[in-house]
């Protein structure tokens, strides 16, 4: 009788034990399962446009624009914001369907369903999907203050 008493005792301690561990580890445990993402600030372009003088004579002027790297236009844009859950701030993405222009030097112009303060995906470890839970590297957060020691690096 007094065995099973010890390893009663021993058992519930190991389980509390393995409780407490995985209470104060489950953060971490979900931030190494979300898709680790990369998103910047889509820059300012300027585009060659032509337009018709008072006189009739086709001139040449250009115009800034936003504009997103050609490359990006490949595969899925995702529009990278924050969000509270369960009392903290948490990174999600959206599905962007954006309307696009002229090209310049790698750039295409931006139209229409991304704004200038959005953040784009720029790079992403997993598959993303509309609505889904990130981990942001190297991300500015709404206040503009980075959300971690390094800076927005942008290649613009």
Do not use: W
């Not at 005792?9 to 489950?26: D, E, H, K, P, Q």
């Amino acid at each position: 009788m007094k065995i099973k008493t010890i390893i009663t005792a021993i058992v519930a301690v190991l389980f509390f034990t393995v409780m407490i561990f995985l209470t104060f580890s489950a953060r971490a445990i979900h931030n190494a399962s979300l898709p680790l993402v990369t998103a910047e600030k889509l820059p300012s372009v300027q585009f060659p446009f032509e337009y018709t003088d008072e006189s009739g004579n086709v001139m040449t002027g250009t115009k800034s624009a936003l504009a997103i790297r050609t490359e990006l236009l490949d595969s899925d844009i995702f529009i990278l914001y924050q969000r509270e859950k369960n009392g903290d701030l948490r990174y999600y993405v959206r599905l962007a369907e954006i309307e696009t222009g002229a090209e310049n030097n790698g750039f295409t112009e931006v139209l229409s369903g991304i704004g200038y303060g959005d953040k784009v995906v720029v790079n992403t470890d997993k598959e993303l999907y509309d609505g889904c839970e990130v981990c942001a590297n190297n991300v500015q957060n709404i206040s503009g203050n980075s959300s971690d020691s390094s800076s927005v690096i942008s290649p613009f």
